[in-house]
């Protein structure tokens, strides 16, 4: 499940997970596959949990935080944000780094 909130010029995008956990993510392109969208989503960290992660024990969790959610149109006819499957991923993967490919020709 996830929620969108517009701040300034940055759309944020709220994960919740089973046991209602929250995770923001700030809306770092559309990449557009076919008819569909999809969404790269950064996360986004407060000092406080920066703190917490950065433990230095090789855990990984200082990697960046990226997800890749496939954007369609609730009932209630609001956008929302889902896990996309792995044929859809790797789909968006090849549109991505044709778009990276572009924009390093120009």
Do not use: R, W
């Not at 596959?33 to 960290?45: F, N, Q, S």
């Amino acid at each position: 499940m996830a929620d969108k909130n517009v701040n300034d010029e940055n759309m944020v995008v709220v994960m919740t997970d089973d046991q209602g956990n929250e995770y923001y993510y700030e809306e770092e392109m559309i990449i557009p596959v076919g008819d569909e969208k999809y969404a790269l989503l950064i996360g986004l960290h407060n000092e406080e949990d920066e703190h917490e992660h950065s433990c230095g024990c090789g855990c990984g969790c200082d990697d960046e935080d990226v997800l890749i959610a496939k954007i369609v149109v609730g009932e209630d006819g609001e956008e929302e944000y889902i896990e996309p499957t792995d044929e859809e991923f790797e789909a968006v993967q090849k549109a991505y780094d044709a778009l990276c490919d572009e924009a390093e020709q120009d």
